[in-house]
């Protein structure tokens, strides 16, 4: 069995480790070490879960995971529904209910799976009941809460309709004093489907000819707007989320495949393009919205 250590933080800054040690234990059996995690945001989560699924796929066995050493580390995971999905994904983790946030604030959304449209309505629902306390309390209108709810069920229906795979979503705030100043919302959907390259291939691959590829489709869905329906008007979504996201100097990044693309402002470390990533299936997307000064 292949022991892949778990960053001690995992957030978005880091997931790509976590995917290059999967691609790199190939089709062994795999132990994923978290016993040294100290912090972990919704990507991180997400990024977890997918990983396990995906090892699960390429090995043939289900994964096993070492828990976080830290009792306040792993009450935060349950907390957030983590534990409820890793049970689902790795073997041996206890299957136990969820514990209930201890106040509407302290979790936006927890750790949700998505596959189906129903899934999508049930997570838009769940957060209208939140976002507005949240996003009231970090400065923006309240027209922001339903601008809010339709990014998030646009970023979830993508699961649904691209990627034919298992999917989660989980939203939390936190206080980001030291980088930035101010709170920010991070928001993060992961999938274990095709990808935006294959999902776009048959509709789009021929007119690109030896330059499509991972990051051209995702160039081609996140600033034109190209989708894999024959109908005009869908396929915008993704478009649209970009430009709400830069209004609010928020930023976006999905990465697909073998690359990253990012509409990131100047508050953020992320690269407008990245390629050569370690092959990683389906889709993952982060968005990160800051308090309004």
Known sequence: ??????????????????????????????????RRLRWVDPNGMTALLAAGTTSARRSGTQPRISLPEDAEVTSYLSRMGFMREAAVVFAGVPRVPARPAS????????????ATN??????????????GAILLSLRYPAAAVVKFSVILSEVCQNITEHADG????????????KRLGRRVVV?????????????????HAARFGDMWGDAKALEAAFLHGFTRF?????GQGLQQIRKQVRR???LVSIRSGTA????????????PMRDGLAAFPGAQINIMLPERG
């Open 1 to 34: 069995m292949r022991v892949l250590d778990v960053p001690a933080s995992l957030d978005y800054r880091n997931v790509e480790s976590l995917y290059q040690a999967l691609a790199d234990a190939a089709a062994d059996p795999v132990l994923f070490d978290a």
């Open 103 to 114: 106040r509407a604030s302290d979790v936006l959304l927890e750790v949700t799976p998505v």
């Open 118 to 131: 129903t899934d999508v309505h049930a997570v838009v629902d769940r957060v209208q009941r939140r976002a």
């Open 166 to 177: 298992r999917g989660w979503v989980a939203a939390q705030s936190y206080n980001w004093t």
């Open 187 to 203: 928001i993060a959907v992961s999938d274990v489907g095709r990808g935006f390259r294959a999902s776009l291939a048959d509709g």
């Open 230 to 234: 024959p109908d005009t008007g869908r």
């Open 248 to 250: 609010w100097n928020g």
């Open 260 to 271: 990253q693309i990012a509409d990131a402002p100047e508050w953020t470390e992320s690269p």
